[in-house]
């Protein structure tokens, strides 16, 4: 029975949600009205577009055939209605169609086939003007255009999107060298307890379903010394024994060690290869010989003969067992095989290199804790930021205060005990002694806190020797050693001077770490003659302290201080952590994979996001339970890089989390809203509603940021509106066309990504849930060469203050055609697998063929040089801030060209479009020889035949000239897949 009243206050209430945003209820509304009265076309056509505002372009079209079914037995009497129902149908049917909702093959359509064709037709015949009528033919050839691409959707989708995947997304440095940070600075991390000692956050592995059980998998990137997987085996297999015998017939753990430099992924397989040695040695001399060369390798400046010797035979079965198809690496471990051709070079140069004990240790400074400079001259580095000043003084203060409080309440036993005070004191001199000197103590045992722990005899003689001492049973086979040791444990002190033979027998008898060497050692342009050494300024005692405190992680003591006595060695500790390592091993002996990556983490997860880790066998897991990043966010663009590239690779299970520190640049920022607004431009309880993703911890100056998932696509109700989502985007394209400036170390800040990661961000809110016509509709405005906005560009030094959030300047039309063709090459690559229309917002010379954008080599000349130095230094080679420049020289000043970039952006007309463009996206970068970059062939074979082009590079934040201009005669193409080296 048809109820018109009931449907007339349904429709009614279903406006008031629409217009609300309450689009849900609306679509509810809308349906029960319809359902109250099926003769009025109104119904199904209000509740089409609501369904189109919701993203459910499926249903839609749906809706809008019901309208028409009911429209066409009218005459046609709504005009206006018929027109609106035909843009939306096509609309929809584009969106459906890309987004692989709408199936759009004839079978697929042949069910509604007619009915779309009549809406089509009449709605033309309707259309009361040329505008209305051209607006609708540019709908429905939209609409031809996707329905003639559909099968290339499905059949070259994928394929389209493992391209864009291996896309370049951050801006080049100048050049393309690596730091090398081969020891770490963390507190050890077992992953399946939390983010640390004081960040507990266990994952609970007995409460896994089976199917996850049989997944673990946990990824380490940048992976640094290795110490969190090692600390997270053992916690792995901690977890293994506590399971009842079924579910551990279902464990399996796979652990991926990633790091972008290959001396890091060469060191620590080196150290596994170690550690399997030990797993094959009974012969208790020998094990204790490999033992001490673990400790050696892993944190030791040089070693003994003995010791290099086992690991030159370590990291020549390692050699020959990559070279090997297979590998004959042992059965728990893999190396990617895109990855053995990076660090063989480095393998080579370790074994080869003839390096001097003598100089290594001139390079080697021990910096121990109260050599340091301490946390309150941290606080106090000019330009940091005043709240973080404030912050830290108080936290000094807290434990200062904590200090002079034990110290004034010690009892008369612990006085008596008290080992650093003068042994033939009384208690109560002992106490006056104390209290006299309150000032001085407080002082000395602060940095001891913040410095960690060591074995306090032993720094007394590594400060002198520069090496550990060997294990007790082998200090035999070393002149003078067990004296000089003596003296030191009995208190006397260290001999001043050290023995010469004690010297002389470490000079000529032991040999450097050769692991600690990057083979840009070798380089004559980093180092004089190609014979570099390491500047080992630092304390190796760190990672022993965090050994010991892992060690003694039950006892209720373990953060406190080392044994300072004879019985503590740093061999010791280090053999004690490494054996529960070896234990692990051999306990998940036929459940565990290490997998070794050499690349850049988010390239790495970005491949993995589409399936273009073809290397990879294909059973190897591609989504974690949990991540350790480090503080590799500091480097990559912060959480926003984490978010899109990382969170998508997180299981489906509410313990997987991702979580990084901050370490680069803590004395810059405010605090965690700055940090968070800096990098994505939002704050930190924002981001959960934009970019869809859980925000477990915010702390990331001071503790950690820990991420993570959440079922995908959100609900539209949990999401950021269409103005606030376009808002947003337009001031991340902006500062992405426009990068802000940075401060020397250590307030320097990056944010490098360039549009192929603003690109990615866009297919990633399509995967949160927007709906796809918003961001289609976005990417139309870009496209068409200019933007109509009132948000500016931050054009200042970062961070970015959190009120540039709200800054806007009056509407003004700003250029967006000097990166259009940097746009081209991502839509092109991409193509056939963008989950939204686009075809129709593409100018017309654009590419859409992945085929087609190619790999182009240039030689290059320098126009200037750059110091290497990072420091104090505010043009480093090492900034990721290339930009390449291409442009007509008969049309355009370059010089001018640059320092014109940011008024271009804001809409002045000269140089005029298509004279210039520029490419934020560079495949290869060395500003002394070679630069390499994509480009459309069709579009470089017009611009042979237009007035002469060249291109040349430069820095897009001091606007300094990299290279010298080469013409497009010169521009070689070359295989995607040439070495670079």
């Not at 080992?419 to 000395?444: F, G, S, W």
């Not at 820990?706 to 999401?719: A, K």
């Not at 035949?945 to 934040?957: F, G, I, L, V």
Request: aromatic share 10%; charged share 25%; net charge neutral.
């Amino acid at each position: 029975m048809v109820m018109p009243n009931n449907a007339v206050r349904l429709k009614e209430e279903g406006n008031a949600a629409f217009k609300s945003g309450d689009l849900i209820r609306a679509v509810d509304f809308y349906a029960r009205a319809e359902k109250e009265d099926p003769t009025d076309a109104v119904y199904p056509s209000n509740l089409s577009a609501a369904l189109y505002e919701l993203g459910d372009y499926a249903a839609c079209a749906k809706a809008v055939v019901r309208a028409w079914r009911i429209l066409r037995e009218t005459n046609y009497a709504k005009a206006n209605l018929i027109v609106r129902l035909s843009s939306r149908l096509a609309k929809a049917l584009c969106q459906g169609a890309r987004g692989r909702t709408i199936a759009s093959g004839k079978a697929a359509l042949a069910p509604d086939a007619a009915e779309i064709e009549q809406l089509r037709d009449a709605a033309l015949e309707k259309a009361v003007n040329d505008v209305e009528r051209r607006d609708l033919k540019r709908l429905w050839q939209e609409w031809d255009v996707t329905k003639a691409e559909a099968s290339s959707y499905t059949s070259k989708g994928d394929e389209d999107m493992r391209r864009f995947s291996k896309l370049p997304m951050f801006f080049k440095p100048l050049d393309h060298n690596k730091e090398f940070f081969f020891l770490g600075t963390d507190e050890i991390i077992d992953l399946t307890a939390g983010w640390g000692p004081l960040e507990p956050y266990p994952l609970r592995v007995d409460k896994l379903a089976e199917d996850h059980l049989s997944d673990i998998a946990l990824l380490f990137g940048g992976v640094g010394d290795g110490r969190h997987a090692f600390g997270s085996l053992v916690g792995l297999y901690k977890a293994y024994k506590t399971l009842s015998q079924h579910k551990k017939t279902h464990f399996r753990a796979h652990l991926t060690l990633l790091d972008v430099h290959e001396g890091t992924i060469a060191r620590d397989l080196c150290v596994f290869m170690l550690l399997q040695a030990l797993m094959d040695e009974s012969d208790p001399v020998a094990r204790t010989e490999i033992q001490a060369t673990i400790t050696y390798t892993y944190c030791g400046a040089a070693m003994p003969r003995y010791c290099y010797d086992r690991l030159h035979t370590a990291i020549q079965k390692l050699r020959k067992s990559l070279g090997e198809t297979p590998p004959t690496l042992p059965p728990w471990l893999h190396v990617v095989s895109d990855t053995i051709p990076v660090i063989l070079p480095t393998l080579d140069y370790w074994l080869r290199a003839n390096k001097s004990t003598r100089k290594t240790l001139k390079e080697h400074e021990h910096m121990a804790p109260r050599d340091r400079p301490d946390t309150q001259a941290l606080s106090m580095i000019p330009g940091a930021n005043a709240d973080f000043q404030r912050t830290l003084q108080e936290r000094i203060a807290s434990q200062r205060a904590d200090i002079e409080r034990v110290l004034r309440t010690l009892t008369d036993e612990q006085l008596a005990e008290f080992e650093l005070l003068p042994k033939d004191m009384t208690v109560q001199e002992r106490r006056e002694l104390i209290l006299n000197n309150m000032e001085t103590l407080v002082d000395a045992y602060h940095k001891e806190m913040n410095g960690g722990k060591m074995p306090f005899y032993e720094e007394g003689w590594y400060k002198e020797a520069k090496v550990f001492l060997p294990p007790k049973e082998l200090l035999d086979r070393h002149p003078g050693f067990e004296v000089v040791w003596r003296s030191v444990v009995s208190n006397k002190g260290m001999p001043q001077p050290v023995p010469r033979k004690v010297l002389s027998h470490i000079h000529t008898e032991w040999k450097p770490n050769i692991t600690l060497f990057d083979i840009k050692c070798e380089d004559p342009a980093c180092y004089s003659g190609g014979d570099g050494y390491p500047d080992l300024k630092l304390d190796m005692f760190d990672a022993i302290r965090y050994m010991d405190q892992f060690n003694r992680r039950q006892d209720a003591d373990a953060r406190d201080p080392m044994n300072t006595d004879e019985r503590m060695l740093a061999v010791e500790a280090c053999s004690a952590f490494f054996g529960e390592v070896v234990a692990a091993i051999k306990g998940l002996e036929g459940r565990l994979t290490v997998e070794f990556i050499c690349g850049g983490l988010s390239e790495e997860l970005a491949k993995m996001q589409y399936k273009a880790d073809l290397t990879r066998p294909k059973h190897f897991p591609r989504k974690f339970t949990r991540m350790w990043m480090s503080n590799v966010p500091d480097y990559t663009h912060g959480p926003l890089n984490v978010i899109v590239y990382a969170v998508p690779q997180l299981q489906n299970d509410p313990q997987a989390a991702i979580a990084f520190n901050c370490m680069l640049n803590v004395p810059v920022w405010a605090g965690d809203e700055e940090y968070f607004h800096t990098y994505t431009l939002l704050l930190p309880e924002e981001v959960p509603r934009y970019l869809g993703c859980r925000l477990i911890s915010s702390r990331a100056v001071m503790d950690v940021c820990v991420l993570g998932t959440q079922q995908m696509p959100r609900p539209l109700s949990e999401l950021a509106t269409r103005d606030e989502l376009t808002s947003w985007l337009t001031r991340v394209l902006f500062n992405t066309f426009i990068p802000g400036l940075h401060k020397l170390r250590p307030h320097y800040v990056r944010c490098p990504h360039n549009l192929v990661a603003f690109f990615a961000l866009v297919l990633y809110l399509h995967r949160v849930g927007y709906p796809g016509h918003w961001l289609s509709e976005f990417m139309a405005r870009v496209l068409s060469g200019s933007m109509v906005s009132g948000i500016a560009p931050y054009d200042d030094f970062w961070p970015m203050p959190v009120k540039e959030r709200l800054r806007r300047v009056p509407a003004r039309k700003v250029r967006t055609d000097p990166w259009l063709i940097d746009f081209e090459n991502i839509l092109a690559s991409a193509y056939h697998g963008i989950p939204f229309p686009i075809s129709d917002a593409l100018p017309a010379d654009f590419s859409r063929d992945s085929g087609d954008i190619a790999v182009w080599e240039v030689k290059v000349q320098a126009a200037q040089i750059f110091s290497m130095n990072p420091f104090l230094n505010p043009s480093s080679p090492y900034d990721p801030r290339t930009q390449l420049l291409f442009y007509q020289p008969s049309a355009v000043s370059v010089t001018r060209l640059i320092d014109d970039m940011q008024r271009i952006f804001e809409g002045k007309a000269q140089p005029a479009p298509g004279t210039f463009f520029v490419l934020t996206m560079q495949e290869y970068v060395q500003y002394q020889t070679r630069i390499r970059f994509r480009l459309s062939k069709k579009r470089v074979e017009r611009m042979k035949k237009q007035q002469p082009w060249a291109m040349m590079a430069y820095r897009h934040d001091t606007g300094q000239q990299i290279t010298r201009p080469v013409p497009i005669e010169k521009w070689v193409l070359i295989d995607e897949e040439t070495p670079t080296t």
